[in-house]
């Protein structure tokens, strides 16, 4: 099994519409989690660290839910430059983070 | 500030060719991180360094050596070119060693023939 498994998509969504992916990790070990965007042939950025109580940035939410080792993204009213592929990343708490990315979500927004 | 420099931007090599690939960082981070991405699969930690003159491996260290004599510069070198070397490679600097606190490169697209 894949320490970080995705959904790859792709997501098609119009704009103004609400769409979420989730995350699935198997490493019950204390970690961090994060999610990043990249854009097509571009590095990854990051969007937002994940917290246990959840966490907003704008219209972006994220949430952890250790007990079924899941995290999820949120974006609500969708805009053309939110396409992008969405990377599910954790990094374990000791020191150096030797970060673990999983294979990304696309997403498409449209007119 | 320029952030994480990445040279060359794309690269086609032979079979058994060796080179290296550049990694610049300004912004006085400790550590940095090589990173390959290949198609259907995250991004896999190569080698990373926590500080000049400290390096370790990562997950796929295997045809590849790292240095870091100074903080500002963490080359990679290829040995003997693979195919399966054919990624796109990413440099990261951080200043913390957390997460949320990496900077990428803009990537290096390497191909061997």
């Known amino acids: 099994r894949k320490e970080v498994e995705q959904d790859p998509g792709p997501f098609n969504v119009p704009e103004g519409a609400t769409v979420a992916f989730n995350c699935t990790y198997s490493?019950?070990?204390?970690?961090?989690f994060f999610w990043y965007r990249q854009d097509c042939r571009k590095e990854p950025k990051l969007l937002m660290s994940?917290?246990?109580s959840g966490n907003e940035d704008g219209r972006f939410t994220a949430q952890l839910n250790r007990a079924s080792q899941y995290i999820s993204l949120l974006i609500r009213d969708s805009k053309l430059s939110d396409s992008a592929t969405y990377l599910c990343?954790?990094?374990?708490?000791?020191?150096?983070?030797?970060?673990?990315f999983g294979t990304g979500t696309r997403l498409l927004v449209s007119p | 500030n320029a952030g994480v420099t990445q040279t060359p931007k794309f690269q086609v090599l032979k079979t058994g060719q060796s080179m290296t690939l550049q990694c610049a960082q300004d912004m006085n981070h400790e550590y940095m991180s090589w990173y390959r991405q290949d198609p259907g699969m995250g991004l896999r930690l190569i080698h990373y360094s926590v500080g000049a003159g400290i390096t370790d491996q990562g997950e796929v260290p295997n045809g590849y050596n790292v240095s870091r004599s100074t903080t500002e510069d963490f080359p990679l070198r290829l040995l003997s070119a693979a195919p399966s070397q054919t990624s796109v490679y990413f440099c990261?600097?951080?200043?913390?060693?957390?997460?949320?606190?990496?900077?990428f490169g803009s990537g290096t697209r390497l191909t061997v023939v």
């Open positions: 990343v954790w990094g374990m708490n000791t020191g150096f983070q030797k970060l673990v």
């Open positions: 994940v917290y246990s």
């Open positions: 990261a600097s951080s200043e913390t060693g957390t997460g949320d606190g990496y900077t």
């Open positions: 490493n019950s070990a204390s970690q961090s």
